[in-house]
């Protein structure tokens, strides 16, 4: 048996403006809805490189995903912050950390943490 990946569930209710400001502020790219039988938008997919991460339309309720933090591994990680920045989005500048990465983190406007990491973890 082996793993093959890891996709995250993320509530954010309202899935337009969540993947709205994912792709525009933050470049995540496509992006794809699925619809209730009513009609309603009820996940969607998007995603961040070869990464899918599903949206719910499900409200986050309180304390639901407090702690969590996403790591999205990046190439250049100060033209990311750079353009992160142009985009109008609050960001504490790059900076190399002593656990091996360089790195620089975005809170999205519903709470969730968005981290963004250039190279490896330090071997112990």
Do not use: C
């Not at 490189?49 to 996403?70: K, V, W």
């Amino acid at each position: 048996m082996s793993f093959q990946a890891v996709t995250p569930f993320i509530n954010y209710g309202d899935i337009q403006a969540a993947t709205s400001w994912l792709t525009e502020k933050l470049g995540f790219g496509d992006v794809r809805f699925y619809r209730e039988e009513d009609g309603s938008i009820g996940y969607a997919d998007i995603y961040a490189g070869a990464t899918r991460m599903l949206l719910t339309a499900a409200e986050p309720e309180p304390g639901n995903g407090q702690g969590s933090l996403f790591i999205v591994h990046v190439d250049d990680v100060d033209a990311l912050y750079e353009s992160v920045k142009a985009n109008g989005v609050e960001a504490d500048p790059p900076r190399d950390t002593d656990y091996g990465p360089r790195t620089f983190g975005v809170t999205d406007p519903w709470g969730y943490s968005w981290y963004f990491w250039q190279g490896d973890t330090l071997p112990e």
